[in-house]
T-cell receptor, first 115, second 113 residues
Framework: GAVVSQHPSWVICKSGTSVKIECRSL??????MFWYRQFPKQSLMLMAT?????????EQGVEKDKFLINHASLTLSTLTVTSAHPEDSSFYIC???????????FGEGSRLTVL | SQKIEQNSEALNIQEGKTATLTCNYT??????LQWYRQDPGRGPVFLLL?????KEKRKERLKVTFDTTLKQSLFHITASQPADSATYLC????????????FGRGTSLIVHP
């Protein structure tokens, strides 16, 4: 099946620094990718829809200046957490529609810990 | 607003039994419903998709039902194994390729040997 690769799988950073997470569709082209955040024992919360060649669409309550999304090619979307703070510590997951029925393929997730 | 409800408490069953997980939704009429499996610290993996005009869908030991009147989907795993232990997520959605995927909280299944 389709493969989505996410990198890094975990990252620890100091408060105030920026962190970039990459999401790649390895064997298919994804004009749309989705970024989620997940806290322990909680559901996947959609943060934004990343559209190739255009601006991302952010969900209500998600700061677009803090979570910068770039989808410069059909196989790569990046999420940059700017000026990270401890409350940004979470599990970030990307996905793309890759199946004939619109099923989603997810990356492995990135665990961000901000000290 | 649209709401997706899954049993928040973990489901504990004995190996070999059938596990049944429930997904209820309110305030919308999805044309499709997807089920995913998520292991701790990993991204979800797609399992099955069922359309509104299909009452039942099977894949190996998995069976999904979709009752649009009750606004409910049931997810069954027969002859369950400890390796089936995971969190299972449902995602009802509209038709076409432009839907925005949202998920229930998921139900944790624990299969005891």
């Amino acid at each position: 099946g389709a493969v989505v690769s996410q990198h890094p799988s975990w990252v620890i950073c100091k408060s105030g620094t920026s962190v970039k997470i990459e999401c790649r569709s390895l064997d298919f082209q994804a004009t749309t990718m989705f970024w989620y955040r997940q806290f322990p024992k909680q559901s996947l919360m959609l943060m934004a829809t990343s559209n190739e060649g255009s601006k991302a669409t952010y969900e209500q309550g998600v700061e677009k200046d803090k979570f910068l999304i770039n989808h410069a090619s059909l196989t790569l979307s990046t999420l940059t957490v700017t000026s990270a703070h401890p409350e940004d510590s979470s599990f970030y997951i990307c996905s793309a529609r890759g199946g004939v029925n619109g099923e989603l393929f997810f990356g492995e997730g990135s665990r961000l810990t901000v000290l | 607003s649209q709401k997706i409800e899954q049993n928040s408490e973990a489901l504990n069953i004995q190996e070999g039994k059938t596990a049944t997980l429930t997904c209820n939704y309110t305030n919308y009429s999805p044309a499709y419903l997807q089920w995913y499996r998520q292991d701790p610290g990993r991204g979800p993996v797609f399992l099955l998709l069922i359309r509104e005009n299909e009452k039942e869908k099977r894949k190996e030991r998995l069976k999904v039902t979709f009752d649009t009147t009750l606004k409910q989907s049931l997810f069954h795993i027969t002859a369950s194994q400890p390796a089936d232990s995971a969190t299972y997520l449902c995602a009802p959605h509209a038709s076409g390729g432009s839907y925005i995927p949202t998920f229930g909280r998921g139900t944790s299944l624990i299969v005891h040997p």
